[in-house]
């Protein structure tokens, strides 16, 4: 970035310019390590950092008719575990992938008495991936798919808590880079987006409403996979 291209060809003080600039073209070229396949079948598990956000309605339950929106907010460290398979041909890899997340949250406090919380149980993701390996042993990737799993709530109305679950769907996002390691596994890093709306849903605390929520998080995660058969 900015050097000079005869400082590069020609180095004058030192003999590291050369050697970068070799390690580089060869990352790119492919030159660096023998052609790995990347097909095959995996499992791995993630961490990753999130921020999250609930959209919640409320309706009055005798019509139906919307009577508040509330926001929630959360951010944190949530694991995950996945699964998948990969086809590849020539630089195109091709593959399914499913995962199970847990650990995501989102919270609303008005008053010290009056609290809500959204936490996710067993989030469950499948998706397609497709990647590009602009070298043998590096991909970039694109996914998307489908989300499903349970959200507990957590809620203290006037004093009074009850706890319970219902049941959301939605869809998932994802960019990232994937590079194969010590021949059968592979470190990632990626950013994914999930979105998932709830089933609508009543209270003993709040009788007179019925609720339905948004549960949109961002996670930006490292992970490894463990290739099967190498």
């Known amino acids: ?15 590291f ?4 600039v070799t390690a580089i073209s060869a990352i790119f070229s492919g030159t660096l390590a023998q052609a790995q396949d990347w097909a ?9 950092a999130y921020s999250s956000g609930v959209t919640e309605t409320e309706r009055v339950a005798a019509t139906n ?49 009056d609290r809500f919380n ?12 497709y990647g590009y390996a602009f070298n043998p042993d590096t991909q970039v990737f ?25 049941m959301s769907r939605g869809y998932t996002l994802g960019v990232g880079v994937e590079r194969l390691v010590g021949g059968t596994g592979a470190v ?3 950013v994914d987006y999930h979105s998932r709306r709830s089933d609508q849903f009543q209270t003993t605390i709040l009788p007179g409403f019925l609720y339905e929520n948004e549960f949109d998080t ?7 996979s463990h290739f099967f058969a190498r």
Do not use: C
């Open 1 to 15: 970035m900015g050097q000079d291209i005869d400082a590069v060809v020609r180095p004058r003080r030192t003999s």
């Open 17 to 20: 310019k050369p050697a970068i």
């Open 40 to 48: 095959g079948w995996y499992a791995g598990a993630s961490l990753g």
């Open 65 to 113: 008719a919307v009577s508040a929106f509330y926001s929630y907010t959360g951010n944190g460290v949530a694991g995950a575990v996945h699964v998948g398979h990969n086809w590849q041909q020539e630089k195109s890899v091709y593959g399914v992938e499913i995962g199970l997340r847990t650990g995501e949250s989102a919270d609303l406090v008005i008053t010290p008495n």
């Open 118 to 129: 959204y936490e996710t149980d067993l989030i469950a993701d499948i998706k397609v991936r």
């Open 142 to 166: 694109a996914s998307a798919g489908a989300s499903l799993g349970n959200l507990n709530y957590n809620w203290v109305s006037a004093g009074v808590p009850e706890t319970g679950s219902v």
């Open 188 to 190: 990632r890093l990626s």
């Open 218 to 224: 961002v996670t930006l995660s490292v992970g490894y």
